[in-house]
Nanobody
Framework: QVQLVESGGGLVQPGGSLRLSCAAS????????MGWYRQAPGEQRELVGT???????NYADSVKGRFTISRDNGKNTMYLQMNSLKPVATAVYSC??????????????WGKGPLVTVSS
C-alpha cells in the first residue's frame, strides 16, 4: 500500500508565499510522474503542474512564473512553492503520484489536499 501525505496548507496574505509538501510512503519500488491539482469552490479540479522522475516539469499557464514544482527523490517528496499568491489561488490543492509498488503494480495515488486560502 502507498500513501501520499500532504502538508503546508493554510492562510496567506495576497502577495505572500506558501510551500506545500507531498510525501509518499509505503511499499514503494519507484515513483514515476507526480503532479499537483487544485479545486476552487464551485469549480472543476484543474491541473497545476506535473514533474517526472527525472525533473521534467509542465505548468498550467495560470501559474507560470509564480509557482515552482520540485521533488526530492531520496525523500519521496514533491513540493509546490507558491509565490506572489492571489486570492484566485484559493483552493484545495491535491497531489498525485504514479507509483510502482514493491509488487511491481503501477497505479495512480492521490493525497488528501490541504486548503490554501489567500486573503487579507
Amino acid at each position: 500500500q502507498v500513501q501520499l501525505v500532504e502538508s503546508g496548507g493554510g492562510l496567506v496574505q495576497p502577495g505572500g508565499s506558501l510551500r506545500l509538501s507531498c510525501a509518499a510512503s509505503g511499499r514503494i519500488f519507484s515513483i514515476n510522474r507526480m503532479g499537483w491539482y487544485r479545486q476552487a469552490p464551485g469549480e472543476q479540479r484543474e491541473l497545476v503542474g506535473t514533474i517526472t522522475s527525472t525533473g521534467s516539469i509542465n505548468y498550467a499557464d495560470s501559474v507560470k512564473g509564480r509557482f515552482t514544482i520540485s521533488r526530492d527523490n531520496g525523500k519521496n517528496t514533491m513540493y509546490l512553492q507558491m509565490n506572489s499568491l492571489k486570492p484566485v489561488a484559493t483552493a484545495v490543492y491535491s497531489c498525485t503520484a504514479v507509483v510502482t509498488g514493491r509488487n511491481y503494480t503501477t497505479l495512480p495515488y492521490w493525497g488528501k489536499g490541504p486548503l490554501v486560502t489567500v486573503s487579507s
